[in-house]
């Protein structure tokens, strides 16, 4: 998966280890190659995308895909996709939900904080492999920074 002629940087934010093990295995089924950055609390993905100072700027001319779980241990993902998509720096980021959580109410509150696209865990292998293949297409006709 490219963007500009530049590798995507993957940054799975889900802290139950078979899970992420499961989706980074979906990952690689469905052909994409590209790096993945494991991260099993908020707090840290944040500081990962954001910087040090999360200001974002440390994520200027990075091309990233956020996979992200919304229960994690030390934030909620809606947090975490306020920040994200409040930010001049990374709004225009991709956003994958990825959650046990199939509640409307909640899904709809995704999609309106700016989430691309919500999967409901236990991952559907086809599903999954075509959101991603999705994905790739978006990145092949639009800018992510």
Known sequence: MKAL?????????????????????????????????????????LTYILGEDRSGKASEGRYLLVLLDLNLPDMTGIDILKQLKSNSYVKHLPVVILTTTDDEAEIK????????????????YDSFANAIRQLGLFFSVMQVS
Request: charged share 30%.
């Open 5 to 45: 002629g530049k590798e995507v940087t993957i940054v799975m934010v889900e802290d139950d280890e078979g899970h992420a093990r499961l989706i980074e295995k979906n990952i690689r089924r469905a052909g994409v190659n590209n790096e993945i950055i494991p991260f099993v609390n908020g707090g840290e993905a």
């Open 109 to 124: 509150r995704c999609y309106d904080l700016g989430a691309n696209v919500y999967i409901t865990k236990p991952v559907e």
